[in-house]
């Protein structure tokens, strides 16, 4: 006995399409089978590109501490703290004191650069010659500083930044 040829019905109410291998429903006309894709196609599409985009992040955080540490000597886990004060300088500049995004930018960068090589000169490059964990414990306490110094500063409950409405639109609708 052969198969249903095209458009013969199949038991259950569906119609087989033998030339590309779908089976459609002919109560909500859903495609599923093999070059419908469906919804588990789109899933591990999904997933890969969600495990590529943290492979990258974690591969730039990797730069990050190799960079820093053939740059200093030292091994620095206080550089993502670092990168936050430098977030909250421009957040502050921008919000509480209505300055430009890139001028508070440019701000941000210089500020946090000009305390970075502070804390340098004064704390880290005490430490060089030191044992290696000695190095780590004093950035992992300053990284622990810096969270409670923000925490202080810039409060620790989350908060919703609204874009400001483009020229021509009003809200987040298009004006007509």
């Known amino acids: 006995m ?13 119609s087989c399409c033998l030339s590309c291998d779908r089976v459609t429903s002919r109560r ?19 997933l890969a590109l969600n495990g590529l985009a943290v492979g990258c992040i ?5 730069l990050g501490f190799v960079l820093i540490y053939k740059a200093t000597e030292l091994v620095n886990f206080a550089q993502g703290d670092l990168l936050m004060l430098g977030a909250f300088v421009c957040y502050m500049f921008v919000v509480w004191y209505g300055v430009g995004y890139w001028a508070a930018f440019a701000l941000a960068v210089a500020i946090v650069a000009l305390f970075g090589a502070v804390l340098d000169a004064t704390l880290l490059r005490r430490v060089i010659g030191q044992p290696q964990f000695a190095v780590v414990m004093l950035t992992i306490g300053l990284g622990a500083m810096f969270r409670s110094f923000a925490s202080m ?8 930044c609204r874009p400001r409405s483009a020229p021509g639109r009003r809200g987040s609708a298009r004006s007509a």
Do not use: M, N
Not at 58 to 62: D, I, K, P, T
Not at 153 to 160: E, L, N, V
């Open 2 to 14: 052969t198969g249903p040829k095209d458009g013969a019905t199949v038991s259950g109410g569906r």
């Open 28 to 46: 909500t006309g859903a495609t599923a089978g093999v070059a419908g894709g469906g919804p588990a196609l789109d899933t591990i599409l999904q």
């Open 58 to 62: 974690y591969g730039l955080v990797a």
């Open 153 to 160: 500063i810039w409060g620790s409950r989350s908060t919703r």
